[in-house]
T-cell receptor, first 111, second 115 residues
Framework: DVKVTQSSRYLVKRTGEKVFLECVQD?????MFWYRQDPGLGLRLIYF???????EKGDIPEGYSVSREKKERFSLILESASTNQTSMYLCASSFEGNTIYFGEGSWLTVV | KNQVEQSPQSLIILEGKNCTLQ??????????LRWYKQDTGRGPVSLTI?????NTKSNGRYTATLDADTKQSSLHITASQLSDSASYIC??????????????FGAGTRLAVHP
């Protein structure tokens, strides 16, 4: 089975802190994604990557950056966390246009 | 504008009953339509993927339909179980260059199955 692992399930950070969310997939997928999920809204794409060191902005990239140094790992970085970034963050991976596999999610609270 | 709208927002049914969830999509160029199940506090899990030429696809007690003319899809759940309690997310997928297809997510329908 494909496994997408998000290292932190629950985090509480202070405003202004730098936050790293890590994601690892074990299926050699080229594509990796970071989404944000808020109540009443569909998942919104923050960034995606289609290869090592390659990244593309999604729909809501402001306040976020990403890093993909190795194929299996895709990191989401909040340079200076703000309260409006309190949300659930979902990492996902896929091979070409096939099924997208999601991680279990990381719940981030910024106080 | 590319968008996916789902109805109802929430639904409560009794165990053993059937239900149907609706999805209207405006996605261009259209590649495929997907249904995901998301348990509370977990990541979404794929139920079905339907392309333009497919009208119906089943996955156990879940049956998805697609009407490409009206741009509507439905997810029918038969003989519901308590474990079906979850959010069901409809996703329209745009065709894209470079192997990346953009996903347009609906807000989901929250289903509660009561004993």
């Amino acid at each position: 089975d494909v496994k997408v692992t998000q290292s932190s399930r629950y985090l509480v950070k202070r405003t202004g802190e730098k936050v790293f969310l890590e994601c690892v997939q074990d299926m050699d997928h080229e594509n990796m994604f970071w989404y944000r999920q808020d109540p009443g809204l569909g998942l919104r794409l923050i960034y995606f990557s289609y290869d090592v060191k390659m990244k593309e902005k999604g729909d809501i990239p402001e306040g976020y950056s990403v890093s993909r140094e190795k194929k299996e790992r895709f990191s989401l970085i909040l340079e200076s966390a703000s309260t409006n970034q309190t949300s659930m963050y979902l990492c996902a991976s896929s091979f070409e246009g096939n099924t997208i596999y999601f991680g279990e999610g990381s719940w981030l609270t910024v106080v | 504008k590319n968008q996916v709208e789902q109805s109802p927002q929430s639904l409560i049914i009794l165990e053993g009953k059937n239900c149907t969830l609706q999805c209207n999509y405006t996605v261009s160029p259209f590649s495929n339509l997907r249904w995901y199940k998301q348990d509370t506090g977990r990541g979404p899990v794929s139920l079905t993927i339907m392309t333009f030429s497919e009208n119906t696809k089943s996955n156990g007690r879940y049956t998805a339909t697609l009407d490409a003319d009206t741009k509507q899809s439905s997810l029918h759940i038969t003989a519901s179980q308590l474990s079906d309690s979850a959010s069901y997310i409809c996703v329209g997928v745009r065709g894209g260059a470079g192997g990346y297809n953009k996903l347009i997510f609906g807000a989901g329908t929250r289903l509660a199955v009561h004993p």
